[in-house]
């Protein structure tokens, strides 16, 4: 499999008046979050929210700021979330792609929304709690 990349528009979602910004990210499934850098934080005047320790694939550790809100696109998709600043390129972890129910097709290298919800992203938020009454006797 070689790199996976996806077509994102990254918009401050605080601040309507700035331009969005239209960028090629590296799909990652093995990193949780937006990854964004420097550049892109003073273009769209994110905010640091506060700092966060990050673990590299090489396992270094750094402390980076955390900013946003930020508004990430896909096609029909979007959602609402923070992001490391950190890097070079924009780096499109797990959890904005779960949120926006994108799936990774290693086979086609591209990232698609999930063909069983094609128009409208789907989530699971279901309670684990075991609703069976407890033998007290």
């Known amino acids: 499999m070689g790199l996976v990349y996806a ?14 910004l239209i960028t090629k990210a590296l799909v990652d499934t093995g990193t949780l979050h937006l990854c964004i850098p420097e550049h892109v ?6 905010e640091e ?21 930020i508004k990430v696109q896909f096609g029909n998709r979007s959602c609402y979330t923070g992001a490391m600043m950190l890097g070079d ?11 926006m129910d994108l799936v990774v097709r290693p086979s086609m290298q591209d990232v698609v929304a999930n063909p069983q919800s094609p128009n409208i992203p789907a989530s699971i ?13």
């Open 7 to 20: 077509n994102l528009t990254l918009s401050n979602a605080r601040d309507a008046s700035l331009a969005p």
């Open 89 to 99: 390129d924009v780096l499109l972890g797990t959890i904005p792609m779960e949120d």
């Open 41 to 46: 934080v003073m273009q769209l005047s994110l």
């Open 125 to 137: 938020a279901k309670s684990m709690i075991d609703k069976t009454p407890s033998d007290k006797s």
């Open 49 to 69: 929210l506060e700092r966060r320790e990050v673990t590299l694939a090489d396992g270094a550790k750094h402390i980076v700021p955390y900013v946003g809100p």
